[in-house]
């Protein structure tokens, strides 16, 4: 889901959101002096928007909402109200019918399963580079910092990302206790 950031199925969607609209609020009031959330209806949908006060360097308004059974986090109303556009055409892709994850997932036992995940790491990739590659140089432009590196010789995202596959992690039982597993792109490099 490219410009989306976070995806997550919930049971009882209207309650997350109002926890979460609580607790941006009681930020806001306590601790970061200007942040709230505002409502914002988009084809019978709420979206719920972060409104962060005036004086941060860059310019995004974090939203959220539930659409059926799923949470979505996005960095602005537009990507979100996209995203609702996408799923009204019926215009979403199946993740479990893309060959990448149909060969993640023969590696998963068929027996003993306690958890599982996937990810795809190329999308991924793909919706954070181009966010941080915007976002950094503005705001190194608010502050004294800077980078040794020109932001403008960065490879393109494609360039990185052609090289990237599904990530993989499930749990099992085993006689002692559990076994966890995971098969990605980024190995133990990362930690």
Not at 159 to 186: C, D, W
């Amino acid at each position: 889901l490219p410009a989306i950031i976070g995806v997550a199925r919930v049971q009882n969607g209207g309650r997350v959101v109002d926890c979460l609209d609580k607790i941006i609020g009681y930020v806001g009031t306590t601790f970061a002096d200007g942040v709230k959330v505002t409502l914002q209806e988009y084809k019978g949908y709420q979206l719920h928007q972060i409104e962060l006060p005036s004086d941060i360097p860059f310019s995004v308004t974090p939203c959220f909402a539930t659409i059926g059974d799923e949470f979505f986090f996005a960095l602005s109303p537009g990507d979100l109200k996209r995203h609702v556009g996408r799923l009204e055409k019926g215009d979403m892709a199946d993740i479990t019918s893309k060959g990448d994850f149909q060969r993640c997932f023969s590696k998963v036992p068929k027996d003993g399963v306690t958890a599982l995940g996937y990810s795809d790491v190329r999308k991924d990739f793909e919706s954070g580079y181009g966010q941080i590659v915007g976002i950094v140089p503005m705001m190194l432009m608010a502050t004294d910092v800077e980078l040794p590196i020109d932001m403008a010789l960065l490879p393109a995202q494609e360039v990185i990302s052609q090289h990237l596959y599904g990530s993989l992690s499930f749990s099992t039982k085993a006689s002692n206790g559990g076994r966890m597993e995971s098969y990605g792109p980024l190995g133990g490099e990362v930690a």
